[in-house]
């Protein structure tokens, strides 16, 4: 095993983890797309109901959720002792485990792999983490070609697009949009291709297939890592996964540290929970298992890259280490109703929603200043249904009012304070008085002049224009409480 440094944020300038702008900035552009929020309503709608349905089947659902959580929560205690005996049980059956720190030396691992088998094109299976370090323009940076065959992830890659989902990357797409990409930009396609779902899907599999027989090379994720045998694991509805871990002479796996689990028995727990919960389904149409290499059966060589990437430094949270329970469902983006109106380009991360906004900015580290990803744990109405539809009972909403506290702790920071300190500092102050907090009660009798016509204080001057500019107050009442008191007590309050 390699040495560990341990506790390191994802290093900035690298992969998708980071957006360029702040949350707010790019939700209210979003915001404004009337289609963007009309193929999203549509696809989580449908999404939404199959997960209702299928988790209505069982009547165990919930023991499944807390047995999910447990899992987890004991694999995190003894995580190095898991990953250690995962890489042994690699190595005993032919495959080489190698370690990446961030990104950079992922991406610099699987790039020297690649580059060893002499070839210059592969094939990938659908993969969050490989999108995470954002390996494809790694790759395309010393000539390599890296062609999706995920339907969805080819979609994003024919239109020079990021995804915007976790489970359905391209759900800000609808068919019609689809159909043009792949006229446009798929070579060969009958020019009378139709919307059709299932003339779009054969279409794509047409393109692929030439690419699956002559690829030798391909990269994966990895759903989970047994340890106890060296297994991964690898679910999927198309089979064009089952294509990738076949066919190809070279496998190079890139998994997440977290993705481990100590054994089949723990593995059974998971394989009931994830496909209720991402496609509402009883099960996954593909399950791939493999263990290391196997004389005249599948790959002749196949890799494994650990990768920690920020994510040591969240497991030293006792608390924030619960965002590295995520099974990557999805089931908190399908009922976030901040998600639904916003899509996942907003969150600037390749992990949007609810996980996102705790997940992304454990790994990236919370800072003040300029970093997007500080902005993350504010994009929440904190309603809690994230929790609800969790398969391992993460406590979003508890992570979320934790990082926003670790916000605001980075900013007291600062040579200069900002304005909402100044606003809380000010508060502060008039509150600590009865005859101040008397008088600012008093003097709020105003804001009914403002409020006079709609009854709803909708545009205030700087600086109180920056809450106003996203949401309306409610006009001041005729009387303060202690005029009403008085009035109606005969006494003062």
């Keep these: 095993m390699a040495a560990a440094f341990l506790g390191i944020p994802a290093p900035p300038g690298v992969g998708q ?8 900035a790019a939700a209210r552009d979003a915001l ?69 720190r961030d990104a950079n030396e992922a991406n610099a691992i699987v790039t ?8 210059t094109e592969l094939v990938k299976v659908k ?31 024919l239109g020079d697009d990021v995804p915007s989902h976790i489970l359905v990357p391209a759900i800000h797409r609808n068919r019609a949009e689809i159909r043009e990409l ?57 089979g064009n996964g089952r294509m990738c871990l076949t066919l190809p002479e070279t496998l190079i796996t890139v998994m997440g540290i977290e993705k481990v689990v100590p054994s089949w028995q723990d593995l059974e727990v998971f394989l009931q929970l994830l496909p209720r919960s991402s496609t509402g389904e009883r099960m996954n149409p593909y399950t791939s298992t493999w263990s290391g ?16 990437n920020g994510r040591t430094a969240a497991l030293g949270d006792a608390v924030g280490r619960d965002a590295l ?60 249904a994230c929790y609800d539809v969790c398969p391992v009972r993460i406590d979003i909403p508890s992570l979320l009012v934790r990082l926003r ?29 009865p005859t101040r907090f008397a008088a600012a009660e008093t003097a709020s009798r105003l804001g009914r002049l403002a409020g006079r016509a709609s009854g709803r204080l909708s545009s205030l001057p700087p600086p109180l224009s920056a809450w106003t500019s996203s949401r309306d107050a409610p006009r001041p009442p005729e009387e303060t409480f202690r005029q009403w008191w008085s009035r109606t007590r005969g006494g003062s309050a």
């Design 405 to 433: 506290t670790a916000h605001v702790d980075a900013a007291r920071d600062r040579p200069l304070p900002t304005a909402e300190a100044l606003t809380m500092a000010a508060a502060a102050w008039v509150m600590s008085s």
């Design 127 to 157: 993969s969050m983490v490989t999108q995470e370090i954002g390996l494809n323009a790694a790759l395309a940076d010393a000539g390599i070609t890296a062609h999706e065959t995920d339907l969805a992830e080819l979609i994003i890659q």
């Design 17 to 24: 983890l980071r957006g360029d702008r702040s949350f707010p």
């Design 293 to 308: 290499v196997t004389p005249g059966d599948g790959p002749r060589a196949f890799h494994l890259v650990l990768l920690d």
């Design 32 to 100: 404004g797309d009337s289609q963007l929020r009309r193929n999203l309503g549509h696809a989580i709608g449908v999404i939404r109901t199959k997960r209702a349905t299928a988790v209505g089947e069982l009547d165990d659902w919930e023991q499944l959720r807390l047995a999910g959580e447990a899992i987890k929560r004991a694999t995190m205690a003894r995580l190095d002792d898991h990953l250690v005996r995962l890489e042994a049980e690699v190595s005993a059956r032919g495959g080489t485990v190698h370690w990446a």
């Design 112 to 119: 020297g792999l690649v580059q060893a088998t002499g070839a």
């Design 325 to 384: 329970h995520c099974i990557r469902c999805s089931a908190c983006l399908n009922v976030c109703p901040v998600y639904e109106r916003t899509g996942g380009h907003a969150y600037g991360s390749v992990y949007p929603g609810p996980i996102g906004a705790v997940l992304s900015p454990q790994l990236t580290g919370i800072h003040s200043g300029s970093d997007d990803n500080a902005s993350l744990p504010y994009a929440s109405s904190l309603c809690g």
């Design 182 to 238: 792949f006229l446009r930009e798929m070579p060969g396609v009958d020019p009378s291709l139709t919307a059709e779902p299932r003339h779009l899907a054969m279409a794509a599999r047409a393109h692929l297939r030439r690419t699956f027989l002559r690829a030798k090379v391909a990269v994966s994720g990895a759903n989970f890592g047994v340890a106890e045998t060296g297994t991964l694991v690898v679910v999927e509805s198309e």
